[in-house]
């Protein structure tokens, strides 16, 4: 192996497989060390260089220079011997190295890749270079792929695994709506127009809040497209998911109703020291305003920043009375303070005991102390009401439970014993714990006597 066929060797390994040069010079003169050290033994000084212009290896044994004739024999025994195993192994870790700062560069972004098998709900997904990994939980709800199905991923996390590297994609990623936008609306991919906030629930609806540099642009007209036909290429690669594009505006009081749109808005309150916002819509808009299971507001809440809540003006008075009220009980809290404070979106004991003393001092002009002590009562009320709150869940839990047991007997045994008179009067009986565990016994005799089964029933009924 003389010096042009190093270069020649070096060149080609480089290019073919992505890596430094350099990485390839230090994999052949690691392999000449090691065969230097096997055949001239372990504890003899070996040196090696190649020249990285001429390609030459010089060898330095007890530093003094190997002779040509015996580098000549040295360097024909590694070809056969362990260069190849040296090489592969430096060759395959610079490899992992390119691989894994290409692709670590492209977190967030996206890629387009082939499916290539379905295992237990994940997919994987060749993107060129490797097969990455599209596990379930990164998966569009509802989605179903097939082999050779040509998918658009965000890369999610990249990582080495062993002198392999693992890339793990993202379907339900918010970038993943904002690179699709990039790829179909130019204006956006020139950024004449910035989309500035998104916030998404993967599969069933996004809301996009888009801003333009250039006056004579709609930025909401350009990214819906004539007829909608730029929005609907996006809509259609999202699995048919629902996307809200919202102007943006500095100005919150703008951009909080229009990132609650459809729904109507009457006014727009502030409470910067919760980073609460209070919005207030007529009766008609309240549903609206809140959408299906409270996905409206908050995907709005996600977009602003801020926390949204959605009341009537009837609602907030009543809130109003109610908190002033309650902090009315508060030692050393005055009228005017309580006032202050539901004016500032304190309504509940919660909000007051995650105050800061320096703050409530600030704003009340009380004393350390007695700004510790409210601080304090607010504290141990929360966890009241939070006990309180618990403890009808639980019995809420628990008449339903009575109310399907009374029902299982009624079905069993053809008469209306339990709960037939309470949801006659229309009325549903409170359920204490042990009405509720009494009434469970007789519910696992049934099969044994039915005689014996209505008598326990009968006594349920009020708790059902």
């Not at 042009?4 to 230090?26: A, G, M, Q, W, Y």
């Amino acid at each position: 192996m003389n010096g042009p066929e190093v270069l020649r060797l070096v060149d080609t390994i480089s290019r073919d497989k992505n890596v430094d040069p350099e990485i390839v010079f230090e994999g052949i003169e690691q392999a000449i060390l090691s065969a230097a050290k096997r055949h001239y033994g372990e504890d003899r000084d070996v040196t090696i260089n190649i020249n990285r212009g001429s390609g030459e290896p010089s060898v330095s044994l007890d530093r003094a220079p190997l002779p040509k004739d015996e580098l000549g024999d040295l360097l024909g025994r590694i070809a056969a011997q362990t260069a190849k195993q040296v090489m592969i192994q430096k060759i395959r870790e610079a490899e992992r190295d390119a691989l894994f700062d290409e692709f670590n560069e492209m977190r967030s972004q996206m890629v387009t890749g082939a499916i290539t098998r379905v295992d237990q709900g994940a997919a994987s997904v060749n993107i060129g270079k490797i097969e990455a990994l599209l596990p379930k939980s990164e998966q569009i709800p509802g989605e179903t792929y097939k082999v050779g199905e040509r998918i658009r991923c965000i890369v999610l996390e990249v990582r080495k695994s062993g002198t392999r590297i693992k890339v793990i994609l993202s379907r339900v990623h918010p970038e993943l709506v904002r690179r699709l936008f990039e790829v179909e609306i130019p204006e956006v991919a020139e950024r004449v127009i910035v989309v500035r906030s998104l916030a998404r629930e993967a599969g069933y609806r996004s809301k996009v809040a888009v801003s333009c540099s250039d006056n004579s642009v709609d930025a909401v007209g350009a990214c819906v497209g004539v007829r909608g036909s730029r929005i609907k290429t996006i809509v259609e690669e999202l699995g048919g998911e629902r996307i809200d594009i919202v102007r943006w505006n500095d100005n919150l009081q703008v951009l909080i109703p229009n990132a609650l749109q459809p729904a109507e808005t009457e006014d727009v309150i502030l409470c910067p020291m919760l980073g609460r916002v209070i919005v207030l819509v007529r009766e008609d808009q309240l549903s609206l305003a809140i959408g299906k299971r409270g996905q409206n507001v908050r995907l709005g809440s996600k977009l602003v920043g801020w926390d949204i809540e959605v009341m009537t003006r009837e609602e907030l008075d009543e809130q109003l009375d109610r908190s002033v009220s309650a902090f009315s009980a508060v030692p050393h809290m005055t009228d005017e303070l309580a006032e202050t404070l539901v004016s500032q979106g304190f309504f509940s004991f919660a909000d007051l005991s995650v105050i800061e003393p320096d703050q409530f001092q600030e704003l009340s002009g009380l004393t350390d102390e007695q700004c510790e002590e409210i601080i304090e009562f607010a504290d141990r009320e929360s966890l009241r009401e939070e006990e309180e709150e618990d403890r009808r869940k639980s019995l809420e839990k628990a008449a339903k439970q009575a109310e399907a047991q009374a029902a299982a007997l009624d079905r069993m045994t053809g008469k209306p014993l339990g709960g037939g008179a309470a949801a006659a009067n229309g009325k549903t009986a409170e359920v204490e714990p042990s009405a509720s565990a009494a009434s469970a016994e007789p519910a696992a005799e049934v099969a044994t006597d039915t005689a014996a089964e209505a008598e326990p029933a009968a006594e349920a009924e009020p708790a059902s």
